[in-house]
């Protein structure tokens, strides 16, 4: 088992929320939709106006099932690194495959689609990121302006 300071609280939870984004795409455009995918999540952490960055994962850190990943990134001056808080992935035909998922192409054949998938972002750890970055010296927390409709106008938390 793991051990040590981050594997418990809120960096490290067993359970979290999030929201999981799902494409079944005709493979010609699979990859076109996989940079969808991630745009999509990115320009979360835009409007939030967070610190983070896109890695592409190597080959020999894909799960078995993956062909392509990008994992996106939050900079959490805590624990001084970025944290993953979406993984978006293209598993091509690999999960078609498995379930017998086929469509009938423009050729009037049957054909496997492309699967794709992503984490919309980890809540735990986006949250995280919200009060590190936008803490104030006084301990306030600014309120990003995309969230302040959503908190009934309010600018800070103190």
Not at 89 to 108: I, L, P, T
Not at 119 to 133: F, K, Q, T, W
Request: hydrophobic residues 40%.
């Amino acid at each position: 088992g793991a051990a040590g300071k981050d594997t418990r609280g809120i960096l490290r939870v067993h359970q979290f929320d999030k929201v999981e984004m799902v494409k079944i795409v005709t493979p010609e455009t699979s990859y076109d939709e996989l940079e969808s995918l991630v745009a999509q999540a990115e320009g979360v952490l835009q409007l939030l106006n967070l610190p983070y960055r896109v890695r592409m994962l190597a080959t020999g850190d894909l799960s078995f099932a993956a062909a392509k990943c990008y994992d996106l990134e939050l900079w959490t001056a805590g624990v001084d690194k970025y944290l993953e808080v979406s993984s978006v992935s293209n598993f091509e035909d690999f999960q078609a495959r498995r379930m017998n998922c086929r469509y009938r192409g423009d050729d009037g054949k049957m054909h496997f689609p492309h699967t794709l998938n992503g984490s919309g972002l980890a809540l735990p750890r986006l949250v995280i990121a919200l009060m590190e970055n936008c803490q104030t010296r006084s301990g306030e927390i600014i309120i990003p302006e995309v969230l302040r409709p959503y908190l009934g106008g309010r600018e800070r938390i103190a």
